[in-house]
């Protein structure tokens, strides 16, 4: 076992000097890498081999005995010596291969990749003029689609989902379902047109034409289009940069706060002022007077505005699907106003707070039940119910 490590040394040994020739066939950088495994190889296998001579004499004595299949001890360990050999030679080579391929001196997990494959246009530059171009056409396909069904009614159905949720930015479409919201609470319509089309009714030969795309930073860009709905109109779009992609940030951008943005967060912050106003307004109201119906009115204050939890008139007729709007300054009570299908069964009051705090305003009633109705005056007053003797039977009594 000892001659055997004295020739691997010898080898090394030989390897060592061979040094100069690797030199000149490899990169210095390829030769360190080499001259290091191969170090690192034989020293733990020399260590090994010396282990082996130390302990081989003492494993002749102990293990003098055949083996039961008729091997004897020590040419078992021989050859198993053998087999340890060609596992190290052949670790050896693969080595040197990985040593060789690696050229850098780096390890295999620093080496650099290609992030993109830049070859034939494939990476698309987003905030060019052309690609701009093409997300409006991508936006607008939906937009100004009239179609006509078979008895020639006429449709308009630009998109079979969302457009505001699809290619509004993040922030321009919270704003508008935030305003929206409040609308519903205040009474007030945030838009009287579609902006998508630029009008209240669409011509049948709608068109759009981007004539202009400037400003492109990294996050916004703006475009000048021509939208042609029963005439030419220009038209500025606001584009914001998120997700990935271009989205439309204003409908009417401008630069002295009268943008679209700008609107809509004014109406947001009335809307919020006016909330806190109708929170005095809840409880219980009840007529005053003696030339008006015996309406009584209880309201309760939601996360989503007033609610009438009552609407009557005492000892005559109920109305049980009332909404209820507010806008700061004026109390709007409705139902039935609206439906032209029921024009008989309807209440509809426009009252202000005065400087009694009653609520005072005009009010109209009909109801399915009576002959006629009542339409003028009313005063409401809360927390006040006053029974009176004799009361008139009939709403059209005080009408007269």
Not at 162 to 172: G, I, K, V
Not at 289 to 294: A, Q, Y
Not at 332 to 338: F, I, K, L, S, W
Request: proline share 2%.
């Amino acid at each position: 076992m000892a001659e055997t490590a004295q020739k691997i040394c010898a080898k090394k040994k030989k390897i060592r000097y061979k040094r100069g020739a690797l030199h000149s066939l490899l990169p210095s950088a390829s030769v360190n890498v080499i001259h290091q495994s191969l170090c690192h190889v034989f020293s733990n296998f020399l260590l090994f081999s010396h282990i082996f001579a130390i302990f081989a004499p003492f494993n002749r004595i102990i293990m003098s005995e055949k083996f039961p299949y008729g091997y004897d001890v020590n040419a078992y360990i021989n050859k198993a010596f053998e087999q340890m050999k060609k596992i190290l030679l052949f670790s050896l080579v693969t080595m040197m291969f990985v040593a060789c391929g690696n050229k850098t001196g780096k390890a295999v997990s620093d080496t650099d990749s290609l992030a993109v494959d830049s070859i034939n246009g494939s990476v698309v530059d987003k905030h060019s003029e052309a690609y701009i171009r093409q997300r409006i056409d991508t936006i607008y396909k939906f937009v100004g689609k009239i179609s006509y069904d078979a008895d020639g009614n006429r449709n308009y159905n630009y998109s079979p989902f969302n457009l505001d949720s699809a290619y509004c930015s993040e922030r321009y479409y919270a704003l508008m379902q935030e305003a929206l919201a409040i609308c519903d609470e205040t009474g007030d319509i945030l838009y009287d047109y579609d902006y998508w089309v630029c009008g209240q009714d669409i011509s049948d030969d709608w068109s759009y034409k981007v004539t202009k795309v400037y400003q492109v930073t990294d996050s916004m860009a703006l475009v000048d289009m021509i939208i042609h709905n029963f005439s030419d109109s220009e038209n500025t779009i606001a584009l914001r940069f998120e997700r990935g992609d271009w989205y439309i940030d204003d409908f009417s951008p401008s630069s002295d706060g009268n943008d679209d943005k700008a609107s809509l967060r004014r109406v947001i912050k009335q809307g919020k002022e006016a909330h806190e106003k109708a929170k005095k307004l809840a409880g219980d109201w009840g007529w005053v007077g003696e030339d008006c119906p015996e309406l009584l009115l209880d309201m309760e204050m939601t996360d989503k505005g007033l609610r009438a939890k009552q609407c009557d008139v005492y000892r005559m007729y109920g109305f049980d699907n009332t909404t209820i709007t507010f806008d700061g300054e004026h109390l709007t009570v409705n139902e039935g106003a609206d439906d032209e299908l029921s024009p008989e069964n309807q209440i509809r009051l426009f009252l202000h707070l005065d400087q009694n705090g009653d609520l005072v305003g005009d009010c109209s009633i009909s109801h399915r039940l009576a002959s006629k109705g009542y339409d003028g005056q009313i005063r409401l007053r809360k927390g006040y119910f006053m029974y009176r003797d004799g009361v008139k039977k009939k709403i059209s009594d005080y009408a007269e």
